[in-house]
């Protein structure tokens, strides 16, 4: 028997040396409290870093390379600091972030070196619909404005795949040319050869060059998927500040078979004689040229033909042009015939001004086995009108759009296929004639009233002018139309969905770091927030011009500002520091991990800088809100005890700042905070008739329904489900709350400068069955939202978060909190119907909140 017990022991003690952890030494509070606000201080940094990024990419600040390295490099930095910081606070559970900063920065890091290292690691060939955004030296100019087209203005593009320059690329090296059409080159531009020769030499040798067979198998692999192809060139350059016009080729109608073959046509255009002298004149010829093959499905067009968004002839009128043909566009392209010519207002509803129909005889269609015949037209068909009113109506209104988000007049190509559906072939900048002279600008704009003189922050810069519409609720968000000038008091995320229809922004809160100026950004909406008292100054339905250069509301559509803006301003976003800063900004800025109960919210799951932060402070802060395992870990920590006539036993921790230093004991009232938030949030849930005691009528189910359901069930309960604690510094809180069978969240952040203020709100749980609870989430969705909280349900999980408001806004909304969490935590048990739902909301918003509620714009 003794020997079994030792033999027992000797088990138990291998057990403990191999698989049992030995015990934490305990660590002294001061040196976890540094790290803690180390940490905090790194987090606002990096957040500060992102915005500072984010008002850049709006164009009211200028900036070089240099900067951008320099902040990446920051960036780096306070990232190894945050994780750091994190894993000294809890014992290195969190090592894996290394990994994740690994995966992050180092694309970053590919995206500064500039954009040949950047190809290498980018695909040979690529389906349009999937191609990356703002990548031209990728894509080739046309293929990067299509991309454009279709992904960010929702226009309909043709579908089709991108050979890419980097295969151009792999193909000249595979075949060694580079140094043979350099050495060519020179002899030109040396007199020693002539341009034709020099053009000769070069097609012959790229023509007789072998395709690499990984660049090849990709082509056949994308070719195969239709039977015939349009091919078309996409230099870098071409279709931007560079036309290229017609100098390189485009095959129709290419059988599968003839794809690859098409291609080195493609390129081998590159180097025609037209194409060469023109890159001399433009002082191209020095540069490493390259270039990008857009493989097109073939609309086998009824008619074709190109939108000019301003009329060249008469820049004066307000009109566009639409050209139009019957078949494919060679007859448009190489001007063989008259076409129709349709001038049409610029403004809806797009009054069509003049019509010219053109007598018209042959036209080309797609031939039976690939490529184009020349066909003679019917007689009714040749007097007919090429396009219909509603089809001039819908090509007035894209020319309008394009036109907006590429801030140039354009020349847009387009194509009416057998079935009624248009289509964008492409889209390039209108050369304006060389012989406008605009007006002194200033002394124009002097004459017209002002509105808004020198107001607000610019979140994105330019001109738009169009009637004001304020929008305050979904309801009116839904009819918000195209060409109007957006107002609002908040740049609430639930905007979003009206910024490509507008033509500017203004709104009266915000911050050139939120949200909504991101989008603006994204679709280069001229844009300005913090425009006090916006919605009273702009009536609805008031014709303005908003000017966010020089942050200038003017009365009217100041005509000649809008077309100084059009012909002769800079547009900054096609400046290679814009678009590496838009390139960088994809892996810094969006947030992916939003929800901390999701199981993606992992080191696995961090895909940008941002959400490498959100971790790192979601997890800091569950360490220091696990509360017996904290105790158990720290000495020195001292709590406080609220007491109040609300019955929550709240303890509060101060990290700083949040309590009246002159606070004896371990008890304290509601008059010793100090945190801004907390006073806030308290103030709230104190107002009179706010915390019921009063006891709730329970029907039989909602009655079975709390006997059988567990104390901390739920995805949302937290381990430290039986403690209300709140972590506090002067201008910021972390509160758990548990009332009953619920859980309440809520992490705030209150200063004076609005970008570094929010609050994220997270709530679980109920007592009733799970339809009743599923309707107390509703009301809560719905109750935040009229906060302008940006809010997402699962089940009974509500997750809301708001950003970048004012301090006195932050306030305001911490109060609703407070209110919001005292009415109700007993409601599930009353929502018997969804009918239920809106008369609490009601009930909320008319009884509680008349002083402190969410105000209309």
């Not at 250069?549 to 547009?571: A, P």
Request: charge should be negative; aromatic fraction near 8%.
């Amino acid at each position: 028997m003794q020997k079994a017990m030792a033999a027992m022991g000797w088990f138990r003690n291998l057990w403990h040396r191999l698989f049992k952890k030995p015990p934490r030494e305990l660590v002294a509070f001061p040196e976890i409290f540094e790290h803690f606000q180390t940490l905090l201080q790194a987090h606002q940094k990096v957040m500060e870093i992102i915005a500072d990024l984010g008002e850049k990419s709006g164009g009211d600040y200028v900036f070089d390379r240099k900067y951008l390295v320099d902040q990446v490099h920051q960036l780096e930095d306070l990232l190894l600091r945050l994780v750091k910081d994190l894993n000294l606070i809890s014992g290195n559970r969190h090592m894996a972030l290394y990994a994740a900063l690994d995966r992050i920065l180092l694309p970053l890091e590919a995206e500064l070196r500039g954009r040949l290292s950047l190809t290498e690691e980018m695909p040979y060939v690529v389906e349009l619909s999937l191609a990356p955004l703002d990548l031209p030296e990728l894509l080739g100019g046309k293929a990067e404005i299509l991309v454009e087209i279709s992904r960010r203005l929702n226009l309909p593009v043709p579908d089709g795949f991108v050979i890419t320059t980097r295969a151009f690329r792999r193909f000249m090296e595979h075949n060694h040319l580079y140094e043979r059409i350099h050495a060519l080159l020179v002899a030109w531009t040396s007199g020693e050869l002539d341009l034709t020769q020099v053009s000769r030499q070069i097609q012959y040798a790229i023509l007789a060059g072998v395709m690499p067979q990984e660049v090849a198998r990709e082509i056949r692999q994308q070719a195969q998927t239709r039977p015939f192809w349009a091919v078309r060139s996409s230099a870098f350059g071409e279709d931007e500040e560079l036309s290229f016009a017609g100098l390189h080729e485009s095959f129709l109608q290419v059988p599968r078979s003839g794809v690859l073959e098409a291609v080195k046509k493609v390129w081998v255009s590159l180097y025609s004689p037209e194409a060469l002298s023109y890159r001399q004149r433009m002082r191209l010829l020095g540069e490493e040229a390259a270039m990008a093959v857009l493989c097109q499905e073939v609309i086998n067009s009824r008619a074709s033909g190109v939108v000019h968004s301003l009329d060249v002839r008469s820049l004066d009128n307000d009109r566009l042009v639409i050209y139009a043909y019957p078949g494919l566009g060679r007859t448009v392209a190489q001007g063989l015939a008259n076409l129709d010519r349709f001038v049409v207002e610029r403004h809806p509803p797009f009054h069509i001004k003049e019509s010219e129909v053109a007598l018209k005889e042959k036209c080309w269609r797609p031939a039976a086995a690939g490529g184009e015949e020349e066909v003679a037209l019917s007689q009714e068909d040749r007097r007919r009108p090429a396009l219909e009113e509603k089809d001039l109506e819908t090509l007035a209104r894209w020319s309008q759009t394009l036109e907006r988000y590429f801030k140039r007049p354009q020349e847009t190509e387009w194509a009416l296929d057998e079935a009624g559906r248009l289509w964008i072939l492409q889209s390039r900048r209108l050369a304006a004639p060389q012989t406008v002279k605009l007006p002194d600008i200033r002394q124009v704009c002097s004459h017209y009233p002002v509105l808004i003189r020198e107001q607000g922050a610019v979140a994105h810069a330019g001109v738009g002018a169009g009637p004001v519409f304020v929008v305050s609720s979904d309801q009116e968000l839904e009819s918000f139309p195209e060409g109007a000038v957006l107002v609002t008091r908040y740049t609430a995320p639930w905007l979003a969905p009206a910024v490509p229809k507008a033509v500017a922004i203004v709104a009266e809160q915000g911050s050139p770091a939120g949200h909504l100026a991101t989008i603006a950004r994204e679709f280069r909406v001229p844009t300005l927030v913090g425009v006090e008292n916006a919605p009273a100054l702009l009536p609805q339905g008031q014709e303005v011009t908003v000017d966010t250069h020089n942050r200038m509301i003017y009365l009217g559509k100041v005509t000649e500002l809008l077309r100084y803006e059009l012909i002769q301003s800079t547009v900054f976003e096609d400046a290679p520091e814009f678009r590496l800063l838009r390139r960088i900004l994809k892996r810094i800025a969006p947030l992916y991990l939003t929800d901390p109960l999701d199981p993606n919210f992992s080191p696995e799951g961090c895909r940008t800088v941002h959400d490498v932060v959100r971790f790192v402070h979601e997890k800091a802060v569950q360490e220091l809100m696990d509360l017996p395992r904290f105790l158990r870990r720290f000495k020195e920590a001292r709590l406080f005890t609220l007491d109040s006539e609300v019955p929550l036993g709240l303890k509060i921790w101060d990290l700083g700042g949040g309590v009246d230093p002159e606070a004896k004991g371990s008890h304290i009232t509601a008059a010793q905070l100090r945190s801004r938030p907390l006073k806030a949030f308290w103030e709230g849930l104190s107002q009179p008739g706010v915390w019921s005691t009063e006891p709730v009528p329970v029907d039989f189910k909602g009655l079975m329904a709390s006997l059988t359901r567990p104390l901390g069930e739920g995805p949302g309960a937290p381990p430290y489900a039986g403690i209300n604690l709140a972590v506090v510094t002067e201008d910021y809180l972390n509160l758990h709350l548990k009332l009953g069978y619920h859980y309440n969240l809520i992490d705030a952040r209150m200063e004076p400068e609005a970008h570094h203020n929010h609050i994220y709100f997270r709530f679980v749980g109920g007592v009733t069955d799970p339809e009743r609870r599923s309707r107390r989430a509703r009301l809560l969705a719905d109750i935040l939202s009229r906060y302008h909280f940006k809010v997402d349900i699962k089940a009974d999980l509500v997750l809301a978060r708001l950003l970048h408001l004012p301090q006195e806004e932050i306030r305001r909304r911490l109060i609703a909190l407070g209110q919001l969490v005292g009415f109700t935590r007993q409601l599930d048990m009353q929502l018997k119907s969804d009918e239920d739902i809106g008369l609490f909301l009601e009930s909320f918003l008319q009884r509680l909140e008349p002083a402190e509620g969410p105000q209309s714009p």
